[in-house]
């Protein structure tokens, strides 16, 4: 299952942002990405992200 991944844009820590089932279509990730855009890195900085700050690293 593919990890999309986000990088934190305070300390650039690069952290699990969402996982995807195998052969997703690009609608559903980029509805996945846009659902809960608010995310937090392990050192507690909690930044916004736009479905283009989602990096797939699978």
Do not use: Q
């Amino acid at each position: 299952m593919p990890m999309l991944m986000l990088k934190c844009k305070t300390c650039g820590e690069v952290f699990p942002g969402i996982y995807v089932p195998e052969e997703s279509s690009d609608d559903f990730k980029s509805a996945a990405t846009s659902a809960d855009s608010l995310h937090m890195c392990s050192r507690g900085h909690k930044n916004e992200y736009a479905t283009l700050d989602y990096m797939d690293w699978s």
